[in-house]
T-cell receptor, first 114, second 109 residues
Framework: EAEVAQSPRYKITEKSQAVAFWCDPI?????LYWYRQILGQGPELLVQ????????DSQLPKDRFSAERLKGVDSTLKIQPAELGDSAMYLC????????????FGQGTRLTVV | QKEVEQDPGPLSVPEGAIVSLNCTYS??????FMWYRQYSRKGPELLMY????GNKEDGRFTAQVDKSSKYISLFIRDSQPSDSATYLC?????????FGRGTSLIVHP
């Protein structure tokens, strides 16, 4: 069964260090999302890609966060420097297109900043 | 005030009970209404979605949307311990979905 792959599953990093997360969406899915989910909260959209283009990054803290999807397939989300408040689950999701209501989520990367 | 409000619970019910989960929202532009289930340490998975107002049924699950009241519900009949999870409502107008904070449901045998 096709699924969204994310790595690593867990990451512990010291504040001020750089950290990166990787996502491989379901094959053929043009739309890719990165969400941040703080414990006890719902997912908040950080960035949305359509193929290799960013279509929404209005909630992405651009002073420290960056995201890329160079070939329109897999994607990397980077944080530099990490802050204590960045501790959260980072979820990647994909859908066939922006019009699709259903998005398929990966298992997420649990980040702890110490 | 957040665009989507959802009581975090926890909601604890006995096995076999009918469960009602609800969300309210403020953005009248929302047209698509989704319910996701999230097990601990997993990503959310879509249960069902509706477009605009009305009801939709899928097995033991029924979703209702009342746009006039800006209120959506998910009903679970004959709840099972395996239904224990966090239920997230989500909604969108154009392309960007907005999630509620989720309600934690515990179904005890």
């Amino acid at each position: 069964e096709a699924e969204v792959a994310q790595s690593p599953r867990y990451k512990i990093t010291e504040k001020s260090q750089a950290v990166a997360f990787w996502c491989d969406p379901i094959s053929g899915h043009a739309t890719l999302y990165w969400y941040r989910q703080i414990l006890g909260q719902g997912p908040e959209l950080l960035v949305q890609f359509q193929d290799e283009s960013v279509v929404d990054d209005s909630q992405l803290p651009k002073d420290r966060f960056s995201a890329e999807r160079l070939k329109g397939v897999d994607s990397t989300l980077k944080i530099q420097p990490a802050e204590l408040g960045d501790s959260a689950m980072y979820l990647c999701a994909s859908s066939g297109s922006r019009d699709d209501t259903e998005a398929f989520f990966g298992q997420g990367t649990r980040l702890t900043v110490v | 005030q957040k665009e989507v409000e959802q009581d975090p619970g926890p909601l604890s019910v006995p096995e076999g009970a009918i469960v009602s989960l609800n969300c309210t929202y403020s953005n009248s532009a929302f047209q698509y209404f989704m319910w996701y289930r999230q097990y601990s340490r997993k990503g959310p998975e879509l249960l069902m979605y509706t477009y605009s107002s009305g009801n939709k049924e899928d097995g033991r699950f029924t979703a209702q949307v009342d746009k006039s009241s800006k209120y959506i519900s998910l009903f679970i009949r004959d709840s099972q311990p395996s239904d224990s999870a966090t239920y997230l409502c989500a909604m969108r107008g154009s392309y960007i979905p907005t999630f509620g904070r989720g309600t934690s449901l515990i179904v005890h045998p």
